[in-house]
């Protein structure tokens, strides 16, 4: 099976496309599911999933929830218990990550969820049907596999663009105002964006120095695959090497974080990026390209992670169909961005590319920024995914970023997302210069209300959301709204004051 030559962005490039499977069925690794027990119920002995992968401890194989194990050991022989999180207080402490969850885990299910490995042989969908008939089971699911099926578009080994590419790649970015938004607001490199993504090309030129030390919670099987199925690089270890064997996680990071060596620097300025490899490396038979894939849970526990370690933003560009689900499935991610809105991250998604009006999971999740895509003439793209869920729109067609081997050019709502991502990151750090507190709700508001309007009117009311990402409106439209708090805040400090000096007067 062959490896595709990098293609040189002088001579030609290929699309990095539909960043979603458009098969007809999930699929997940056989014997795998999550299981999450009602408030109460979870005890407290079983290990964390990290510490089992480690090896620190070894997997418990029972829940000691007696209803539960009794209908685990009648579906399967062989059961391996974890829970999937490690909670934030002890996340550095082996041995010990299962212990002390604060109330907003325990509250969010983070402490009750736990992920069963049973039998290869085991009924998984029997299993999860009875498990969610007991009372003390609150969500039951299988592990499913989210994939990024998209040709690598990677670029020249040159490092360099030629002059009519530069002068396209700087199109992108100045429908953004990336120009006046970086001179507003350079970006505070305290400020962490984290990329769950496919990893990063860790010693590219363009992101090298943007990088803080990653993790990569990717967790597959050779057995597990369909036949055929060959994986990449490492999927088997959770560590701190989050390389990217794809190129999906690369662009997305170039996009956010790029120096600006040879092209456009990234939009976020001097703000840094945690990459987090949460989806592998793939071949599918038949193909000689790679994709990106991953387990749920894999996702789910990398995306704990950044938000325990400190990431301000995270760039969601991977999503999964919520018409493919069972009717009694959770929504995928539901938890964990709740848990992440909680400790006031900023979550934004890619809306996907099934150019229909449909629901992708983050997309889709309350809270959550969802981004579709527009072509050069600012028009919404055909495969841009529609709905009322969707916030607005940014450039997403033949984006230069950061590739494998140079750079590459691509296409997809995937490459949408991470100009609001960094938008939100200057937004961020423009509120952290002045001492601003500033939510999720009010970057979501202040990001909609700064947008491009559409000028056609078959774009308004279409599900494509406000309109285009506007950096540098966005800016000045906080600014407005500090300087207008601030003013509110000096006008009743002058209010307090003249009451005590008209108090001390009547004494």
């Known amino acids: 099976m062959t490896v595709p030559q990098p293609i040189s962005p002088r001579s030609g490039h290929r699309y990095l496309n539909t960043p979603w499977a458009t098969t007809s069925d999930l699929y997940s690794p056989p014997g795998s599911l999550i299981v999450k027990l009602a408030l109460g119920e979870a005890p407290e002995r079983i290990p964390a999933l990290l510490d089992v992968r480690r090896k620190v ?5 029972a829940t000691s929830v007696g209803s539960v194990d009794r209908l685990l050991h009648h579906f399967s022989d062989d059961v391996k218990v974890m829970r999937l999180y490690s909670a934030a207080a002890n996340r550095n402490t082996p041995g010990q990550r299962h212990q002390h969850f604060d109330d907003v885990e325990h509250a969010l299910g983070m402490s009750r969820t736990f992920r069963l490995e049973a039998s290869k042989d085991a009924s998984v969908d029997d299993l999860v049907s009875a498990l969610r008939q007991l009372a003390v089971v609150e969500q039951a699911y299988p592990n499913y596999l989210t994939t990024l099926p998209f040709e690598s578009g990677d670029g020249a080994d040159s490092g360099q663009f030629s002059e009519q590419n530069l002068d396209a790649a700087w199109r992108s970015r100045e429908m953004v105002k990336l120009k006046a938004a970086l001179a507003f607001e350079a970006g505070d490199p305290s400020i962490i964006v984290g990329v769950a993504d496919t990893g990063v090309k860790q010693t590219h030129p363009e992101i090298e120095k943007r ?10 099987s050779t057995t597990s695959m369909s036949a055929g199925v060959q994986l990449l690089g490492d999927f088997r270890r959770m560590d701190t090497d989050p390389e990217d064997m794809v190129g999906h996680g690369t662009a997305c990071a170039g996009i956010i974080g790029a120096l600006g060596t040879h092209g456009p620097p990234g939009l976020a300025g001097d703000c840094r990026i945690f990459p987090a490899r949460v989806l592998g490396a793939a071949v599918f038979p038949g193909k000689d390209v790679p994709v990106g894939i ?15 370690l400190g990431v301000k ?18 929504l995928p991610h539901e938890d ?28 889709c999740l309350s809270g959550v920024i969802a981004v579709g895509a527009v072509d050069e003439k600012r028009h919404p793209t055909a495969f841009s995914t529609r709905g009322d869920h969707v916030a607005l729109c940014a450039p997403g067609v033949e984006i ?68 285009i990402v506007d950096a540098y409106a966005a800016l000045q439209a906080l600014d407005e709204e500090i300087a207008r708090n601030r003013a509110m805040e000096d006008s009743e400090d002058d209010d307090d004051r003249a009451h005590t000096q008209r108090a001390r007067r009547d004494v």
């Open 336 to 363: 964990v961005v709740r848990y992440g809105l909680a400790r006031g991250c900023v979550m934004i998604a890619a809306s996907g590319n099934s150019g229909r009006i449909e629901r992708f999971s983050p997309a």
């Open 294 to 308: 991953g387990a749920i849970a894999d996702i789910d526990v990398g995306m704990k992670m950044c938000i325990d």
């Open 211 to 220: 990088l803080r030390v990653g993790i990569d919670t990717v967790q597959l």
């Open 313 to 330: 933003v995270i760039n969601m560009s991977f999503g999964t169909p919520e018409s493919l689900l069972d009717p009694n499935d959770p």
């Open 400 to 467: 230069f970023s950061a590739g494998l081997n140079g750079y590459q050019r691509v296409t997809g709502t995937s490459f949408a997302a991470p100009f609001v991502t960094a938008t939100a990151a200057l937004l961020v750090s423009h509120a952290a210069r002045h001492a601003y507190p500033l939510d999720s709700p009010t970057i979501r508001r202040v990001l909609i209300r700064s947008a491009q309007r559409w000028h056609s009117a078959e774009a308004k009311g279409m599900g494509h959301g406000a309109g």
């Open 57 to 61: 401890v070894p997997a418990a194989v």
